[in-house]
Antibody
Framework: DVQLVQSGTEVKKPGESLTISCKGS????????IGWVRQMPGKGLEWMGI????????RYSPSFQGQVTISADKSISTAYVQWSSLKASDTAMYYC????????????WGQGTLVTVSS | EIVMTQSPATLSVSPGERATLSCRAS??????LAWYQQKFGQAPRLLIY???TRATGIPVRFSGSGSGTEFTLTISSLQSEDFAVYYC??????????FGQGTKVEIK
């Protein structure tokens, strides 16, 4: 079975750095795009960006370009989102999701990682 | 960036009744539309792709229609487990593949 398992809840202070992860299993990790979606408290879904682990081709939403870095380590079937300096407005649930192989909707989703940024 | 607009924001429906949710794209997206269901405290789940194709394991009471800029998700007879928030997403033009703001289906 396809599974995406995300890292656990994070509580950070403004200005700190953070990396959260998403480990894929049950499929060929290098052959499917993995995307990240933000959900701020009580709000809707926002498409952040996506990476193809096979060659690390990465695309960002203009809203998130320069704000986060998406990466992947295909040797351990894991994708990441990194922040260099967190803001309170980064407080949200973050989901990873695997794209379908030939069309860009998200077939499978991780369980989510809650990030809280507060002084 | 393509803007997706869902209506209504909240839909109050009695169990067993039909629910009709709308999604409009700011420009034509052909049939490049997906619908997701998100229950409270859970990750979203894919319901429909290609505007009208049910994902694996999705009950037949869920159906999608539309093309171009106007789309509809219909739940033919609401079950208790269907009360949730529903999102549409376009995947015609990226980045980003934008989501609508969601429609909450609540018990009347």
């Amino acid at each position: 079975d396809v599974q995406l398992v995300q890292s656990g809840t994070e509580v950070k202070k403004p200005g700190e750095s953070l990396t959260i992860s998403c480990k894929g299993s049950g499929y060929s990790f290098t052959n499917y795009w993995i995307g990240w979606v933000r959900q701020m408290p009580g709000k809707g879904l926002e498409w952040m960006g996506i990476i193809y682990p096979g060659d690390s081709d990465t695309r960002y939403s203009p809203s998130f370009q320069g704000q986060v870095t998406i990466s992947a380590d295909k040797s351990i079937s894991t994708a990441y989102v990194q922040w260099s300096s967190l803001k309170a407005s980064d407080t949200a649930m973050y989901y990873c999701a695997r794209r379908a192989i030939s069309t860009p909707y998200f077939e499978y989703w991780g369980q989510g990682t809650l990030v809280t940024v507060s002084s | 960036e393509i803007v997706m607009t869902q209506s209504p924001a909240t839909l109050s429906v009695s169990p067993g009744e039909r629910a009709t949710l709308s999604c409009r794209a700011s420009q034509s997206i052909s049939s490049n539309l997906a619908w997701y269901q998100q229950k409270f405290g859970q990750a979203p789940r894919l319901l429909i792709y290609g505007a009208s194709t049910r994902a694996t394991g999705i009950p037949v009471r869920f159906s999608g229609s539309g093309s171009g800029t106007e789309f509809t998700l219909t739940i033919s007879s609401l079950q208790s487990e269907d009360f949730a928030v529903y999102y549409c997403q376009q995947y015609s033009s990226w980045p980003p593949y934008t989501f609508g703001q969601g429609t909450k289906v609540e018990i009347k």
